[in-house]
T-cell receptor, first 116, second 118 residues
Framework: DTEVTQTPKHLVMGMTNKKSLKCEQH?????MYWYKQKAKKPPELMFV???????INESVPSRFSPECPNSSLLNLHLHALQPEDSALYLC???????????????FGPGTRLTVT | AQSVAQPEDQVNVAEGNPLTVKCTYS??????LFWYVQYPNRGLQFLLK??????LVKGSYGFEAEFNKSQTSFHLKKPSALVSDSALYFC????????????????FGKGTKLSVIP
């Protein structure tokens, strides 16, 4: 099973709302990632969790707040977003994240976020 | 810094013909190279990877890629294209010799839209 699930599939929120995106995998992967993808562009890395600890924060605004409650679950909490934050948010996981690992990342289907 | 170039925004090929999607890379050390495919409104799907060994790598759905160190290329190929292969294809690179967090970051190319014409 190489499935990463994401909920919800679509989300529309106002600029004053608070919402959360959820990602789950049951492959025993210990690295999990959040990416942002604009239409017809490559994914942009936002956060990396390794063994449930935040390893990378790619200078993402504080209105995005990641959380990794356990090794299978990854959340992205959203607050006071801007219309330019509208995008496809992708979650991914891989077996490990250390430098020599060749393990590929497996992506979820994404959450299509629209900020109004 | 590591980088990936996909020189073609779009590739059109007739069904049944061979297809090639081009990718060149730049890293300081030995690269880890990946191809992903993205269908409309979907996440990225892993196709294949090159880490070491045989320069010809076989992957999912009949795709293969050839690693060429002298040309720093990793082109994706398929002998006979299907209409269902129409999608957006991303090449990505990792440089495991980079220090710290940079060693496991994937750098993606801008993507190539493949259209297979019936």
């Amino acid at each position: 099973d190489t499935e990463v699930t994401q909920t919800p599939k679509h989300l529309v929120m106002g600029m004053t709302n608070k919402k959360s995106l959820k990602c789950e995998q049951h492959m025993g992967h210990r690295a999990m990632y959040w990416y942002k993808q604009k239409a017809k562009k490559p994914p942009e890395l936002m956060f990396v969790y390794s063994y449930e600890k935040l390893s990378i924060n790619e200078s993402v605004p504080s209105r995005f707040s990641p959380e990794c409650p356990n090794s299978s679950l990854l959340n992205l909490h959203l607050h006071a977003l801007q219309p330019e934050d509208s995008a496809l948010y992708l979650c991914a996981s891989s077996r490990q994240v250390d430098g020599v690992s060749s393990y590929e990342q497996y992506f979820g289907p994404g959450t299509r976020l629209t900020v109004t | 810094a590591q980088s990936v170039a996909q020189p073609e925004d779009q590739v059109n090929v007739a069904e049944g013909n061979p297809l090639t999607v081009k990718c060149t890379y730049s890293v300081s050390g030995n690269p880890y190279l990946f191809w992903y495919v993205q269908y409309p409104n979907r996440g990225l799907q892993f196709l294949l990877k090159y880490i070491t060994g045989d320069n010809l790598v076989k992957g999912s759905y009949g795709f293969e890629a050839e690693f060429n160190k002298s040309q720093t290329s990793f082109h994706l190929k398929k002998p006979s294209a299907l209409v269902s292969d129409s999608a957006l294809y991303f090449c990505a690179v990792r440089d495991p010799q980079r220090s710290g967090a940079g060693s496991y970051q994937l750098t993606f190319g801008k993507g190539t839209k493949l259209s297979v014409i019936p």
